[in-house]
């Protein structure tokens, strides 16, 4: 059978598994989604947000990219964090980071890779930033802490956010968070991040008016 065949046959036994367990499953899917979470996670594929969680489809929004970083210029992460925040009304959002990472350990190099090195340069900016605490440690040891450290400055990023802090504005009881997943145990650890107003933001940072200029 073709690779992609069996993915299609694949399909068909997971859709009626799924209606031989619930069978109003996909009708009820259907009608709406109401997720409570918003998921910013690394497109790696060893790591799939709603399965390591347990939740079934329709219960978390999910946004993937490579490092799961938060850029204030990627228009593709900010559109689909305002649909969550602002349509779809999800009280957290999680930026998921996990042990290992391939866009971590790349940026950690002076190796190009091509485009991509556009994009890993945001990670770089993270290592000078942490550049005092991340030299001690060995290669391994920094690439662990860096895994970290990527994930922190990224709610950090969340927080700077114009929708956001909207939302903060508006009374919605929005919650920021930072996790890391261990690809070689399965468990997710807090990083004890955690925004939920402006205030833990540096005030340059707060967008309170629009300017006349």
């Known amino acids: 059978m073709p690779v992609l065949d069996e993915l299609l046959y694949r ?8 209606l031989r367990q619930d069978p109003d499953f996909f009708s009820r899917l259907s009608a709406q989604q109401t997720p409570d979470y918003l998921w910013i996670g690394c497109s790696d594929s060893r790591v799939p947000a709603t399965e390591i969680v347990g939740l079934d489809p329709g ?46 350990r790349a940026a950690m190099s002076q190796l190009s890779y091509g485009f991509v090195d556009n994009w890993l340069r945001h990670i770089k900016e993270i290592i000078v930033k942490y550049e005092a605490e991340l030299v001690p440690l060995d290669e391994d040891a920094r690439l662990r802490r860096l895994c970290e450290l990527n994930v ?61 200029a």
């Open 11 to 18: 399909n068909k036994q997971w859709a009626a598994n799924r």
């Open 59 to 104: 219960e978390m929004f999910v946004h993937r990219n490579i490092g799961n970083v938060v850029i204030h210029t990627d228009f593709n992460c900010l559109s689909v964090m305002q649909f969550a925040i602002d349509v779809l009304r999800v009280k957290h959002i999680i930026v998921c980071g996990h042990y290992g990472c391939g866009a971590i």
């Open 152 to 212: 922190i400055e990224q709610v950090k990023n969340l927080g700077k956010s114009k929708a956001v802090q909207r939302a903060w504005d508006a009374g919605h009881p929005l919650q920021l968070h930072g996790w890391i997943y261990g690809i070689a145990d399965g468990i997710i650890h807090d990083l004890d991040i955690h925004l939920h107003n402006r205030e833990q933001i540096p005030s340059i940072f707060h967008m309170l008016g629009k300017s006349d």
